[in-house]
């Protein structure tokens, strides 16, 4: 994939999140294309043919940082800061190095175990945070959905050693697809490295976009059976589907004090 360098208007953002006033994202596009995302439905690698990054990334950042208060930005919305051009390019890399010499924090959400390699700047830095997302448990699942991200055990391996170097770690299972994500079975999997697990089902505002358009496709092709009961729960966020859904993770929560964040 073809990865460009074009000037850019700001490099730190509003952040969507309620927990974090700023956000950073690396690049523009994702090469893992996972065929659920919602920034397909705007910027989509395939259709422009390639990655678009800063070309004044330490220039724009130290101007933008200089009028902020040390804190912690969240890094990742809208793009893997580890996806492959990552390896090379590190841009990502360049943002922790000087966010740390600023005293600012991160916390930072990957599908890669490429974040293994920026450990040495997450410790440096007071109270950072390091996610991986997960949405299947089992490869099977997540070749189908996500052929072009890091194979799950491969985030579950970054987990444990980011864990390891007592970083807090957090889970995000998402998207929760109706009747195909196992939530528990990936609880299982992630929560003995795992200090915080968010749970968010998948969301679809209209049948015109993008990532509908390619999950519908995929649903049909591998699926039937589930086509028309699938697309009912999706565009329902009332149904009973995710009322029970809750009401069992709120239970196994109770019980196992996994540190649940369910946002269904």
């Not at 902020?68 to 990742?76: F, R, V």
């Not at 999997?189 to 496709?217: F, G, M």
């Amino acid at each position: 994939m073809k990865l460009r360098e074009v000037a850019v208007d700001q490099i730190v953002q509003r952040c969507r999140l309620e927990m974090f006033d700023y956000q950073i994202d690396p690049y523009t596009g994702c090469e893992h294309r996972c065929r659920y995302c919602y920034t397909l439905n705007g910027y989509d690698v395939q259709e422009y043919g390639e990655i678009r990054t800063s070309k004044n990334l330490e220039q724009q950042l130290a101007e933008e940082l200089s009028k902020l208060e040390p804190q912690t930005i969240y890094i990742g919305m809208d793009t893997d800061p580890y996806q492959p051009c990552e390896r090379t390019h590190q841009q990502t890399r360049k943002i922790l190095s000087f966010l740390a010499r600023c005293h600012f924090s991160a916390s930072i959400l990957t599908k890669s175990d490429l974040i293994i390699r920026d450990r040495d700047l997450l410790t440096t830095m007071l109270e950072p945070q390091a996610g991986v997302s997960i949405a299947f448990h089992n490869e099977q699942l997540r070749k189908i959905f996500e052929p072009d991200a890091p194979a799950n055990e491969k985030r579950v391996n970054a987990l444990r050693k980011l864990k390891e170097a007592s970083i807090e770690t957090y889970t995000l299972i998402t998207p929760v697809m109706p009747f195909i994500t196992e939530i528990e079975k990936i609880i299982e999997i992630v929560s003995p490295y795992s200090d915080a697990i968010w749970i968010y089902r998948l969301e679809i505002r209209s049948t015109d976009e993008k990532n509908w358009q390619n999950l519908r496709r995929l649903i049909d092709n591998n699926f039937p059976d589930l086509a028309s009961r699938f697309t009912e729960v999706v565009f329902s966020p009332d149904h009973d589907y995710w009322k029970e859904t809750r009401g069992k993770l709120q239970e196994m929560n109770d019980k196992y004090q996994f540190n649940l964040k369910i946002e269904l």
